[in-house]
């Protein structure tokens, strides 16, 4: 089998509203030490200690809650086009973003897939710390002076939810239309899959699909950040005890899954209800070009063999879309 | 107030028995890392990488499982001395051992308090490591080469049941007649204490009571054992994940606990159900010469600000004294 | 500029001679923690915990030292044809190694460039651990059971010196013909180049090249294998003290790099003279499409602004090609 | 042999002067990462996040570098006043400092003893976290949400510099007039000593001497404080890197001493001078009651099995006392 190669290289922002942007900005901020690169307006644009991008998440302040809309970077120019041409193609309705619209992002292109708000976007600007705060190392965009004891390194993955038959086609879509390659998903006992973990990189995965009984709403369920160490994510759960922020929805801590092989935990910003995942550990990084999806059971995940800490993580509830 | 001197320097060892010694050598030694001094007829005798003694944990093939003593190290010989001369005085009932009864162990006396076997001992051997496992470091018993990716580093502290009046009865021995120090202590809302933590050295605690309902048994709870780091801690769970091994009869991970700030986790040796805990990360030491207990109750232990991850723990069954 | 993807997917694996296979085996098996998937004859294949492929290290017993060549895995099996067919009209002289020749590895191409042996590979076996060793997690080969305490997850990358002119010509064809990312090159006082680091995946490097001088030989450097933390590094170092193994051929222990910033250090297999490099901490991943070369000077390497620990770590002495 | 207790229960502070405060507080709070308890005039007090007592340093600005005195606690209140008896029996020159003269401390005594400044002090207030800072555990001063990511968390220990004859005075006056237990010293090849480190805790030292030649001023070399882990340390380095800060005079990384197990740095206040060493790592806890003083030789310390990385640590200029 030649794999193709996806026109998407790399996972970008997440856009959210908020009703309350200071405090949303006290939780993603100052209690788990995203960076701050600029507040314009209602809106905050925050990335972690080590993206390159303008930013990985933005906060925009409208009286409502909800993810606004994901977004990837395009493998390079050439390949946006083709996307949109492809879209225009298949009847999508396709939604011009003009360059700057976002703060930082050159013209992007919005599509809804399954309920989901995809952007593709090639241009980008990538600026500097500011003085006084960017690392004196060339790889490096902040300095270690500047981080808290968490201090997230850069977004990770999205996870999202769809309600039955769309996550199949969902599934499909990905994998067929935008060579994703699957590299796990999890079928139930009953033979019916739920789960499933695709990536664009050597990570675990870059986005994945929880299914959901078929009259549940499409929802965005998380985005994750990577830690650069279990340490910081054990931090991460003693910080979050001493403000009194839920883990995983359930009060407890950090977790190991099987699936992804993630040391990770859940906990929800209090203001615009926005689930961010810490993400550390090694995990596993996917160089093989020919990777056969790992095909997971409950009898290979939990059972006397329980790799599942914590009952699997959190629960299934994410925000809609707005 | 002037803190008088414990007799009591240090916790030294457990000794248990076991029906099956292949089967608990396969769990201390092979999965745990705990390193095996000497295997002397139906005893093996163990210690962790950075213990002096000869042991700090024995198992005997007995056909019965439970705890035949824990054993405490005396300051100094007169302490030893001391303490029998009051125990007899007491008329506490004094079994006398001899020198190398216990491999390592020299003269010892033991009496049954409050329904535990305490021993007290001064001479006690202090073998290297084997040729080709000795550390090069003189400060060091193992070579690092030696240790498995758990590898415990000493033994940590004991902790008991008491039923009912003997709590009371048990922490007041320990306060007042062997100087030990109260750390902390737990009071339940209807204003009545369960648990209690003591010292005779800065560690949070060398041993601990748990009280119990008025008719339940006298319990060995648990040995703790002291590992390097929260990432050895972690990936303890992961190798018992591996093999099957229950963590905190729960199926769930390591965890943090508020009482002794304790990085931690739960395990029991199938073939003798004696509970092990594995205890990591820096918790507090205390150096306070002048130390008042902490009082928790619910509200600072648990509520909105919880530090209590995985609901507090182990359950509190534990092994008999044969 | 529209990057074009590159025919290569991955470092393979590195194929070195040792005098005496016996030793070379307690170095990289018995004290560094690498797994032997097999030892057939004279030839030991080894590979990292979370190394899919057969093997990403092999060493052969022949009365000598040296590598006999490094191999990079396709993107796909067209790739491979279409480089046989490349070199072809290069006038490249093709060395064709029939599937099995190396254990797990199939058909294969090898070309000496600018004095390296280089291979191409695309079918490769993918065993799994043995029984009793496997990990239980499917997204894992062997369990943290089985390694002991530096155990190395994966290779990393490797090193070359060119000589002169050499390393100018390498340099292009690396960036040109193969499509290799330049991450980070270094540019001396005097305006000359002298090191350049390569990526075909998000590592910092998978290949890099350290330019001597005019009428030193070419030479491999080094093979670099990842671990799962600092910690891990820390214990590398601690270990090797206990054997008397040099780091760094210096006596010093773990170094902080700034290019590609590199937690890691250096040993050599006493046998061979081999290097090993264990490389860890998160360094950083590169996702970027448009990734423009980091360019150090000494200015921004070190100075006042430190940021290379132990001066810069190993002396450059390599090891010839057989 | 009994062991007799010392009069003294732990290390308490450093007094220091400076010619800029705000530069020292820039260093030690800024970019160390200890706590401010009061800002009081001239004088600063400090301590880290688990440190109980009012402050484990004061930094006056007087114009002048070097130490004004180092502190100990006494096991309990009568032990002051039998120091205070048995100093002025021997004839020593006592200093009364009234309660408060130094924020925090009660009434204490100062006598110089080999021309080091001692103090000795019962009383000393323990103030609370500020609001917003202190942590949920009552086992904890501060929150972690505190902490920048050195945040060091007590102080270990001090180092001081004796010139020829005085550094075996002091040796035996610490050991039989003080009590201090003499746990590890180095002896050179002329069979000359010339390094004792003590200890009043189970820490490895609290104290230690270093001999310098006959006609060297006796000094302050450094006060050491404790990190929770080796990642600390590692980005205390990383940290120092960014701000042009050299480690251990010398432009190297973090440390493995071999006397006392350290994994350690040394770093300078740039405004007064005074060497901060952290120190991180499990090292060792000395529990023994009986512990035979260490004997470290060149052979056992350095040579092919070299646990000394970075060739010893620091440069040994001290600064003097004021």
Not at 211 to 221: I, N
Not at 279 to 303: C, R, S
Request: overall charge negative.
């Amino acid at each position: 089998m030649k794999r193709r190669h996806s026109p998407v290289a790399k996972l970008g922002h997440v856009a959210a509203h908020t009703p309350d942007l200071d405090e949303s900005l006290w939780f993603f901020n100052e209690v788990m030490g995203l960076q701050v690169t600029e507040r314009d307006g209602d809106t905050a644009y925050l990335r972690g200690m080590r993206d390159w991008e303008h930013h990985t998440l933005s906060l925009t302040e409208s009286g409502k809650s909800g993810v606004d809309h994901f977004a990837f970077r395009t493998a390079n120019e050439e390949a946006l086009d083709e996307l949109e041409q492809q879209f225009e193609a298949e009847g999508e309705e396709i939604t011009h973003v003009e360059a700057g619209e976002e703060n930082g992002i050159g013209e992007a292109i919005r599509v809804e897939k399954f309920g989901h708000n995809y952007e593709f976007y090639w241009d980008v600007e990538k600026p500097d710390a500011p003085e006084g705060q960017r690392s004196g190392l060339r790889n490096r965009v902040y300095s270690e002076s500047v981080g808290n004891r968490i201090a997230p390194r850069r977004i990770d993955h999205i996870h999202v939810n769809d309600p039955g038959q769309n996550a199949f086609d969902h599934d499909e879509w990905l994998r067929e239309t935008m060579n994703f390659q699957l590299n796990e998903r999890f079928e139930a006992e009953n033979g019916e899959y739920w789960g499933w973990w695709y990536a664009v990189t050597p990570l675990p995965h870059d986005i994945a699909i929880h299914r959901e009984p078929e009259d549940d709403p499409t929802q965005f369920h998380h985005v994750a950040y990577h830690l650069d160490s279990l340490q910081d994510l054990w931090t991460a759960g003693d910080i979050c005890s001493e403000h009194g922020i839920e883990i995983n929805n359930r009060s407890d801590g950090p977790a190991m899954h099987a699936i992804t092989r993630a040391d990770c935990m859940y906990v929800k910003d209090p203001a615009s209800g926005l689930r961010l995942e810490l993400f550390a550990g090694p995990g596993y990084l996917n160089f093989e070009p020919d990777w056969e999806p790992i095909e997971w059971k409950e009898e290979t995940l939990g059972g006397p063999t329980n790799h599942q800490w914590h009952g699997g993580g959190p629960t299934w509830d994410g925000i809609d879309y707005v």
